[in-house]
């Protein structure tokens, strides 16, 4: 951030073919960045703000780079910091709308699962704020590459579906965001399938350079899950 990056880091490496819950917030006030994993806090960093509001892409950093080889759902976007409350009451279940604070969440139930999704580019905005995100790259046939089954959460309020990256080029961009604040929380259901040749990008919000956010497994680091802000890895799980 500002040429400089901060970085929260778990310190423990993830395993394939397992679900977890990914919450990373910032608090503009006291300017902490958590890290949250399955809605336990692992790392913690004092963080100078972000605010240059760019828009954020999932499963990669920039176009089609850094890609994540995982399945991801019920990815939320909050324009303030959630309290570990907040996130442990939501995160294994769908969310019930309109939801005060809500930017954006995708929860990728647009598609057929293992169905034929060609011609699918939409990922639609829950949210009701109108921040559709934009698929690249997605064969949208395959059993991978696709819509596939959703995550093991409560779907009270919704039917469920995941997308699955297939750790090449693909990958999804929203918008640049109009309600989003200093304060910030990311979160999404990750599972991950497995290492690629470089770090893999989650949930991205920033431009290429030094500026902005990172959630990503740490290739170079035993695939830990770690937080970019601004450009140095200020936190890794436990």
Not at 132 to 150: E, I, K
Request: charged residues 10%; negative net charge; hydrophobic residues 35%.
């Amino acid at each position: 951030h500002n040429g400089d990056w901060g970085n929260v880091s778990d310190p423990t490496p993830l395993s394939t073919g397992q679900w977890y819950h990914v919450a990373v917030t910032y608090d503009a006030s006291s300017q902490q960045l958590t890290l949250y994993k399955n809605g336990v806090m692992v790392a913690q960093n004092t963080e100078p703000a972000y605010t240059a509001g760019n828009e954020v892409r999932i499963g990669a950093y920039n176009a089609a780079s850094n890609n994540g080889n995982c399945i991801i759902d019920e990815v939320k976007i909050w324009n303030y910091a959630l309290p570990a409350e907040g996130i442990k009451a939501t995160m294994n279940n769908a969310l019930c709308l309109p939801s005060t604070g809500l930017v954006a969440y995708y929860t990728f139930n647009n598609g057929v699962a293992y169905g034929d999704n060609e011609g699918t580019t939409v990922i639609t905005d829950s949210s009701g704020n109108g921040n559709n995100a934009t698929a690249y790259n997605f064969t949208m046939w395959s059993d991978t590459s696709n819509f596939v089954p959703g995550a093991p959460v409560n779907m009270t309020c919704a039917t469920a579906n995941v997308l699955n990256f297939d750790g090449v080029n693909d990958y999804a961009n929203s918008p640049t965001f109009t309600g989003a604040t200093d304060n910030i929380t990311f979160e999404a259901r990750v599972n991950w399938l497995g290492s690629t040749a470089a770090n893999e990008m989650l949930i991205v919000n920033g431009t290429s350079g030094n500026r902005g956010y990172a959630v990503f497994i740490d290739n170079s680091n035993s695939d830990q899950l770690s937080v970019l802000l601004g450009g140095v890895t200020v936190m890794q799980s436990s």
